[in-house]
């Protein structure tokens, strides 16, 4: 917020806000930019947060529930790729 304020208090002047504080001049101006559509709440860092069971939608719910069975189908399979290889060299010897 502070990077944003002083960007946004000197005329937008990315290049100069980027020095200052270390960090890149799209950085700066992508803060910026989510500052401007979504006010602080834009600055959120929401990256590898999940929503709690009960925040979720009916669909969220069920793509959630769509990707663990998913998951769960391609271990098993891959399980049974390994048995069948055991199966196999088992018969060689």
Known sequence: ????????NHDRNYKETAAKY????????????KYDSQGTDGLND?????????DLTDKEKLERENKRLKEE???KEIEVKFLKK???FGRRQ
């Open 73 to 75: 189908l391609r271990r």
């Open 1 to 8: 917020m502070e990077i944003v304020q002083y960007c946004i």
């Open 22 to 33: 270390g960090c890149s001049y799209s950085q700066v101006y992508s803060w910026v930019g």
């Open 46 to 54: 929401n990256r590898g947060h999940r929503k709690a069971e009960e």
């Open 86 to 88: 055991l199966n196999e």
